[in-house]
């Protein structure tokens, strides 16, 4: 059973930068698993931040940015700010037409 | 602009039945491949089920597997979740969501299916 794994969370600075990571319980994670990155706020739906890795959606700010780092997906926050906190799904295609999400990460802007 | 908006949830014994729709206004809807992705209370997202632009191609995630069966009407530019043999396990709210290079980057607001007896 292939894990996706995430931080459950992370806390950054107002202005600060912020990493987060998407990885695998085996394996490396590429650009071929096109990775996706989406924000989501309590009670509301998700937002799509980045997907294919690196490619923001209509209307994200490009202080969002998506990578590979090492043998990980990233999404990275430059400028971090209060309205960010939120929690931070990655979602990697695994082939077959089989998508898995990871566990998610609380972002605190403190 | 836009918009997927989803309805059909509601409360529901264990292995009971519910049928979920999603309406698609402001897109060419015949033209995309669709996904159902869920998440149960106080956890993280889940994939369910995709389908093609043409029906052609259906994918469900394992747990649901013979259970759950996904379709679209074209025509009426509307997708579709036919839920059987529901389980507690099943509760959640229930988004539909637009596929874009095998992401996902439309979603409709959720709709809240609750398994309980």
Redesign the interface.
Known sequence: QTVVTQEPSFSVSPGGTVTLTCGLSSGSVSSSY?P?W?Q?TPGQ????LI??TN?R??GVPDRFSGSILGNKAALTITGAQADDESDY?C?L?MG?????????TKLTVL | EVQLVASGGGLVQPGGSLRLSCAASGLTFSSYNMNWVRQAPGKGLEWVSYISSSSDIIYYVDSVKGRFTISRDNAKNSLYLQMNSLRTEDTAVYYCAKTTVLAFDIWGQGTMVTVSS
């Open positions: 096109y996706s989406y989501q739906a998700p937002r799509t997907y294919s490619t959606s209509s799904y979602v295609y077959s037409g089989i998508w898995v999400f990871g566990g998610g």
